[in-house]
């Protein structure tokens, strides 16, 4: 998803693949922004007649989409400077509701209190869907004794309830309880995945986690939560890195990158 600020400028769309729709913008009396007569230029030239600065920020799920659109556009448009990065989801809404950005990339819903500042700051937007991603939970192709998992195996072990479980077999008996069949196995669990930056680590929490929590009646502020106590980054490649580095691992991340690291995880099979 990505959110881009209306202003009154001159647009130009173009649409890529993916179905992603970019837009470069430039202030309306700059005349450098708005198509000129006469013959255009041959595709690839970055000759196109669209000027001026895109800063795009936000989801790292989808800063591969958004840097290949940048690429494409600026090919086309030797005069635009688009840059890109991918702190995470709510790092992107942030800059974009405080003004310090044009295009927020999300990898989940803007939520209310963010709608809210957006009001409160007078930044106008538009929505637009880009594609589909999901989910991988991975482990170290060495850890043999993981086959597969269930939500309730997920909770057990990156719930809440499981703060400071340092071993898999730690989570068993509320896994157990919870109904799981799974025999955890007893190694060290070697926990890394995206902390609360991330749209990964609210639509995990939100898929995996959270109808579980309320089932069992846990207090608000640990229903949409996991443990604290495991090595967070908002960098893909780091979570893999680390998943890499670890026999008795276990992480998760947009499933492109889990797809992108091949042989170097096992992505393991999820069982609701």
Do not use: H
Not at 175 to 200: F, I
């Amino acid at each position: 998803m990505q959110l881009i600020k209306q202003r009154r400028l001159a647009w130009l769309s173009i649409i890529l693949a993916l179905s992603l729709t970019a837009a470069a913008c430039g202030d309306d009396d700059d005349d450098t922004s708005s198509g000129g007569g006469g013959g255009g230029t041959e595709e690839g030239s970055g000759g196109g007649d669209v000027s001026g600065d895109v800063n795009v920020s936000g989801s790292s799920t989808v800063l591969p989409i958004a840097t290949a659109a940048a690429e494409a556009f600026m090919g086309e448009n030797g005069d635009a400077n688009v840059t890109v990065d991918g702190p995470g989801t709510g790092d992107g809404f942030e800059l974009f509701f405080n003004g310090q950005i044009d295009i927020a990339d999300a990898s989940r819903q803007i939520e209310e209190e963010e709608i809210a500042a957006c009001e409160e700051n007078g930044v106008e937007y538009v929505e637009l869907e880009v594609g589909f991603d999901g989910m991988a939970v991975m482990t170290s192709p060495n850890n043999a004794d993981v086959e597969s998992l269930s939500f309730a195996d997920l909770y057990a072990l990156i719930g809440p309830e499981s703060q400071d479980f340092a071993n898999w077999s730690d989570g068993q008996d509320i896994a157990t309880e919870l109904g799981s069949t799974t025999e955890l196995p007893d190694a060290p669990l070697d926990l890394v995945g995206p902390g609360p930056e991330s749209g990964t680590y609210d639509s995990f929490i939100e898929i995996a986690l959270t109808p579980i929590a309320e089932e069992r009646g846990l207090p608000e502020d640990q229903v949409e939560t996991t443990r604290t106590d495991y090595e967070q980054s908002p960098d893909d490649n780091a979570i893999i890195s680390a998943i890499e580095g670890s026999d008795s691992s276990l992480g998760w991340v947009g499933f492109a990158y889990a797809e992108e690291a091949g042989d170097g995880v096992t992505e393991i099979p999820i069982a609701a």
